[in-house]
């Protein structure tokens, strides 16, 4: 199994001999608005891929599927929509498979609670984008375990820590998980991803798992950045065991 960080929560996960491309956000930096409410109108994409539009041309041609948390811009956006392969096979959770055939997609793929795909088992798990009204507002995110050639890996998703995170850890028992942190929020009420207590959480939860953390230093309401979770990571004695990968980089090999 190999992981390599793009930007923000866009990875390309080399498993079983299969590239997915997971919540691509493929726009150059700045496309779009700030997201609202959010204390600043800082476009987005906040930083740029680390690669150029050759290198991602040749990257969208080797991927053999797509599997999306949900929808929001940030993870899937009109960029990704126009240049992937309209008949690639799309991974999604329930209530998001129209309005990705919409876009022109027609091999889409809802997972339930469980898939199975060419030697690789998806296992959709929950999550919770927020909380209160927000939460609400924010509406359904999944995460995923994915199992193949006896490696199995948590993809958590836009979550904050809370029981569907303790539940699917504790059901499928990954070697790892990468979780998507930053503390973004709006102006009012609380992170909707992972912040660093979150984080501390889950580790001290989950002790023997890697953590790694993506979702950083890419959207305008992210509110923490690497240098400062890695300082407190460090703090906490799991330097060694938490990784904050670059854009860019290869995290897991």
């Known amino acids: 199994m190999t992981v390599q960080l793009l930007r923000n929560a866009t ?10 491309l997971i919540d691509p956000m493929l726009a150059p930096k700045g496309a779009y608005p700030a997201f609202p409410g959010t204390g600043n109108d800082t476009p987005n994409p906040t930083a740029a891929l680390p690669i150029d539009d050759a290198a991602l041309d ?14 929001h811009l940030d993870h899937w956006d009109r960029v990704a929509q126009e240049r992937l392969c309209k008949n690639i096979p799309v991974f999604c959770q329930p209530g998001d498979a129209d309005a990705i055939g919409q876009v022109g997609f027609t091999d889409v793929r809802t997972i339930i609670d469980r898939l199975d795909w060419d030697g690789i088992t998806f296992y959709r798990t929950g999550g919770r984008h927020g909380t209160g009204d927000i939460g609400i507002r924010m509406g359904t995110v999944s995460g995923y375990v ?3 050639e006896s490696q199995r890996i948590y993809i958590a998703g836009d979550t904050i820590w809370c029981d569907e995170v303790k539940l ?3 059901r499928y ?3 790892m998980v990468v979780v998507n942190g930053g503390g973004a929020r709006f102006d009012t009420g609380d992170p909707i991803v992972m912040d660093t207590k979150d ?6 939860y989950a002790p023997a798992v890697k953590v790694y953390v993506v979702h950083l230093e890419s959207v305008n309401h992210s509110r923490e950045d690497r240098a400062a979770l890695r300082a407190a990571l460090e703090k906490a004695g799991l330097g060694a065991r938490c990784g904050v990968p670059d854009d860019g980089e290869v995290f897991i090999r």
């Open 11 to 20: 990875q390309w996960l080399t498993l079983g001999g299969k590239h997915i």
């Open 58 to 71: 040749a990257l969208l041609q080797q991927t053999d599927a797509v599997l999306l948390t949900h929808l």
């Open 146 to 148: 994915l199992e193949g």
């Open 168 to 170: 699917a850890l504790d």
């Open 173 to 175: 028992q990954p070697a």
């Open 199 to 204: 984080i501390l959480a889950l580790c001290d």
